[in-house]
């Protein structure tokens, strides 16, 4: 798995776009600060670019570094979730652009994959993480599922936990209202 950690490391610091195992599906990301990169996703997936992306961090304590104003409830809901979940911050900064949603939004999931944390370490930034499909079409759910039209565009696609069978899924999705009052999108 080093290898591979190395290897996407080097990638992303090049502006390069990649296909990885994240702790829910399969992803396709970047070094969040590239925004050229980030562009290539959008046009890879003929996605809208009104629409925004998670981010992936790997520890809590990063994010100030991405949100100005971290309710008060986020740090109690962080401390105690069970499984994949991305939580969507009222005021994030520090990021290109296109990554921040127009109300000043920004999904972020605190990683718990590995492979990720390790990548998102060695990196020294957040990467982008969305789901291996285009636009509008259902979200594969191992790496076999995925279409060779998206395969065929990554700079590289990681070998590490391709044959692994179980199937995923996307990340439960928060939005904080306030300091004290949030709003489930996604279950």
């Not at 610091?13 to 599906?25: A, H, N, Q, R, S």
């Not at 562009?39 to 961090?57: P, V």
């Not at 939004?105 to 930034?125: K, S």
Request: glycine share 4%.
């Amino acid at each position: 798995m080093e290898e591979e950690v190395e290897k996407c490391i080097s990638l992303l610091k090049e502006g390069k776009v990649i296909l990885y195992p994240t702790d829910t599906v399969w992803g396709i990301g970047c070094d969040a600060s590239c925004e050229e990169a980030l562009m290539r996703i959008y046009h890879i997936k003929q996605r809208n670019e009104k629409k925004s992306m998670i981010i992936l961090l790997d520890s809590m304590q990063k994010l100030p570094m991405y949100v100005k104003k971290i309710p008060l409830i986020a740090w109690d809901l962080l401390a105690h979730v069970t499984r994949p979940t991305t939580f969507i911050y009222q005021s994030a900064y520090n990021l290109p652009e296109k990554l921040i949603h127009e109300d000043g939004t920004i999904a972020i999931r605190i990683v718990q994959h590995e492979f990720c944390r390790r990548v998102i370490r060695g990196l020294g930034q957040p990467i982008i993480s969305t789901s291996a499909n285009l636009a509008g079409e259902p979200t594969p759910q191992t790496f076999d599922q995925i279409s060779p039209e998206i395969t065929r565009q990554m700079d590289y696609v990681v070998s590490h936990d391709q044959s692994t069978s179980v199937s995923f899924r996307p990340s439960r999705v928060i939005k904080f209202l306030d300091d004290y009052n949030f709003t489930i999108i996604r279950d």
